[in-house]
């Protein structure tokens, strides 16, 4: 074994037998997808802790650190390596934002992007937020699943990763740029500014900085065995022999990239990808690439295998001191000395809904999302549910022509409820979209053109529903005023099939 292996293995045993640190790793891995780590190597996957113990009975065969996913599950085990994406909704009840920070260039840097980080969550209205030092370099920050809504347009927000969670990343660094810039030290730019004009390689098609891998070969000399492997730019350890297990030389053969989001290999598409200046949050640490399917990331409480500290979870504040003092981080993850405290926040429901639809603005003005400058468009885009004639406005229910006048408050319901009302009733997809864009103007305050395209985008996606039912809703959107039929309907579409078949039977 290294020198590293060696101390990390005398510890492992005395800290992971302490059951506070059993419990707090085993509560928080419930309906998530865990894989061991064995110094140098993962287990297997899937895997799940079926009961505490199960965490230091890994530990005894070898286990150094644990690692869990973003993803919520409904049972891990039933995940399928290579699973295509509607196999994975199916099993996903949900997931947390899981923001992983890690500046190369030390702690600092790292604790100065998690603080301009977190008050750009906090300006955002996210006033539940978990963080936790990553063990090493970095920090995590997580905003618990509890806190998005559940629905966005019909279209359940579990089903949207991890394409949502990527664009509120996105929107995220774009916002705390300048909180970040005003908290760097004097000195910054100069000192980096030969690495910024270097830059990195971006992805043509969605816009994204991209991760750089390495394709190396492996030779062991004493037994002749070669192996190729691929290794992510800067992170991966020389491997052992699995025969005589010395470790075995190595040869860099090829540079690629990956774009996680496109999901296109420069191998492959080498015309996909150009290079353009390192932006600011590359330089410092804020990673894109976590949030990718069963991307995994430490575990609160795991050791870590480079630096044989804990994963603490800390407190704001402890960023100052992480800034300020050097060995801040020995002082409060030195494994014999760590103290217990809940990562996952107490998060309000739906207390990141105008968060997600801040990112869904900025992400349409911006053009981060290419899809959303052109035509909205998806697979249901021109479904049609009902097939009814001569369609007037005359024929609407009273709340919905009351809605049609514009609105003061409740304008997000509003819109909810005209689209998902004229797809229902047929209405041509030009003629819908040019009625919900010309009654947006007549509303005192018109909502932003972004979030009503980031709404039809989501309807289009798939087949339509109906509007909410007569009850509450309408009275607190303050637009109930039944008349005639009103009262012997349920929904605002029966109301709509009743005065159609009336005037056509006419």
């Known amino acids: 074994m290294s020198e590293q292996e060696i101390k990390i293995r005398q510890i492992t045993q005395l800290y992971y037998s302490r059951?506070?640190?059993?419990?707090?790793?085993?509560?928080?891995?419930?309906?998530?997808?865990?894989?061991?780590?064995?110094?140098?190597g993962f287990g297997?996957?899937?895997?799940?802790?079926?009961?505490?113990?199960?965490?230091?009975?890994?530990?005894k065969k070898g286990a150094t650190s644990f690692h869990c996913s973003e993803e919520i599950w409904e049972d891990p085990m039933k995940i399928v390596t290579g699973m295509n994406e509607k196999q994975a909704n199916e099993i996903r009840i949900g997931?947390?934002?899981?923001?992983?920070?890690?500046?190369?260039?030390?702690?600092?840097?790292?604790?100065?992007?998690?603080?301009?980080?977190?008050?750009?969550?906090?300006?955002?209205g996210i006033k539940n937020i978990g963080i936790k030092f990553s063990g090493n370099k970095g920090f995590h920050i997580i905003v618990p699943w509890k806190a998005f809504p559940q629905n966005i347009n019909g279209i359940e927000t579990k089903d949207l990763f991890p394409e949502l969670p990527r664009t509120i990343m996105a929107y995220l660094r774009n916002y705390s740029r300048k909180a970040l810039e005003k908290n760097l030290p004097k000195d910054f730019f100069e000192k980096f500014k030969d690495r910024i004009k270097k830059g990195r390689h971006k992805c043509k098609k969605c816009g994204n900085f991209v991760d750089e891998f390495l394709r190396v070969e492996f030779t062991c000399e004493k037994c002749g065995i070669v192996e190729e492997r691929s290794f992510k730019e800067g992170k991966g350890q020389v491997p052992k022999c699995y025969k005589c297990k010395e470790k075995m030389t190595y040869k860099p053969i090829e540079k690629f990239f990956i774009c996680?989001?496109?999901?296109?290999?420069?191998?492959?598409?080498?015309e996909n990808f150009e290079i353009e200046e390192i932006d600011l949050y590359q330089l410092m640490g804020l990673d894109m690439g976590l949030v990718s399917p069963r991307h995994l990331f430490r575990m609160p409480y795991s050791l870590h295998e480079k630096s044989c500290l804990a994963s603490v979870v800390i407190e704001e504040k402890d960023l100052d001191e992480f800034i300020k003092n050097p060995d801040y981080a020995k002082k409060i993850a030195d494994p014999l000395r760590v103290k217990i405290k809940e990562f996952m926040p107490k998060a309000e429901e739906n207390e990141a809904a105008e968060f997600v639809m801040q990112a869904f603005d900025w992400a349409e003005e911006s053009g981060f999302n290419k899809e959303m400058n052109e035509r909205a468009s998806g697979k249901y885009a021109e479904f049609k549910s009902l097939k009814l004639e001569n369609i007037k406005e005359s024929q609407f229910p009273p709340?919905?022509?009351?809605?049609?006048?514009?609105?003061?408050?409740?304008?997000?319901?509003?819109?909810?409820?005209?689209?998902?009302?004229?797809?229902?009733?047929?209405?041509?997809?030009?003629?819908?979209?040019?009625?919900?864009?010309?009654?947006?103007?007549?509303?005192?305050?018109?909502?932003?053109?972004?979030?009503?395209h980031s709404q039809l985008v989501w309807s289009y996606r798939r087949k339509p529903i109906m509007p909410p039912n007569c009850q509450e809703f309408y009275k607190n959107l303050g637009v109930c005023n039944p008349e005639?039929?009103?009262?012997?309907?349920?929904?605002?579409?029966?109301y709509v099939i009743r005065k159609n078949f009336i005037e056509n039977k006419k």
């Open 19 to 40: 059951a506070d640190v059993q419990k707090v790793i085993f509560e928080f891995s419930k309906n998530r997808e865990i894989s061991p780590r064995y110094f140098e």
């Open 44 to 59: 297997k996957r899937p895997d799940s802790f079926g009961f505490k113990g199960d965490v230091f009975s890994m530990v």
């Open 95 to 124: 997931w947390d934002l899981l923001i992983d920070i890690d500046c190369e260039e030390g702690m600092d840097y790292s604790a100065r992007v998690a603080k301009a980080t977190i008050e750009a969550l906090h300006q955002n």
């Open 260 to 270: 996680q989001k496109c999901e296109i290999n420069s191998r492959n598409k080498p």
């Open 399 to 452: 709340c919905v022509k009351k809605i049609l006048e514009g609105m003061q408050d409740g304008k997000k319901r509003g819109v909810f409820v005209l689209i998902n009302l004229f797809r229902m009733i047929g209405m041509e997809k030009e003629e819908l979209e040019k009625r919900i864009y010309e009654w947006n103007e007549k509303n005192e305050i018109p909502l932003k053109k972004g979030y009503i």
């Open 484 to 494: 005639g039929i009103c009262k012997r309907i349920k929904n605002p579409i029966n």
